[in-house]
């Protein structure tokens, strides 16, 4: 399997539409990867409106899109990210200075599957990575 990464930088909501069609038409892909940043979470109903239109797989890399109708997502659990963050703010308020206190990556991730879009797209989800699933929509 050949693998070719394609990147594009969208900077208004106009630019979503003609980089969907230009990755599918353009550059023949076969799925699509969406790094969240505000503006694809601000237009998460239309990438995940475009992804179907042009029969595009799509990830995610927050499970908010699947509950939108998204194929996929895999990322860091926020509410565990959260949770964490106040022992920090916690930390700090009791004299702590938060230059001495480590930076943690994140240590707990969340798969998150769409039944229901990978029917729409004509796709079978293996059972072993629907096993492996926090979350599975139907």
């Known amino acids: 399997m050949r693998l070719a990464l394609q990147a594009f930088e969208e900077r208004t909501a106009g630019d979503i539409d003609a980089a969907v069609a230009a990755a599918a038409v353009r550059g023949r892909a076969e799925a699509l990867l969406v790094i969240s940043d505000a503006l694809f979470v601000s237009e998460q109903g239309r990438i995940v409106e475009l992804s179907p239109r042009h029969r595009l797989p799509t990830m995610f890399d927050t499970p908010e899109f699947e509950s939108a109708g998204g194929l996929m997502s895999y990322g860091t659990d926020l509410t565990d990210l959260f949770r ?8 700090i308020l009791r004299g702590a200075r938060p230059a001495d ?13 769409n039944r229901r879009s990978a029917r729409a797209l004509g796709l079978t989800i293996p059972s072993s990575l629907l096993l492996r699933a926090d979350q599975v929509i139907e």
Request: no cysteine; net charge positive.
């Open 101 to 113: 206190l480590p930076v943690e990556q994140a240590a707990k991730f969340e798969l998150v599957v």
């Open 84 to 91: 964490r963050a106040a022992t920090y703010v916690h930390k």
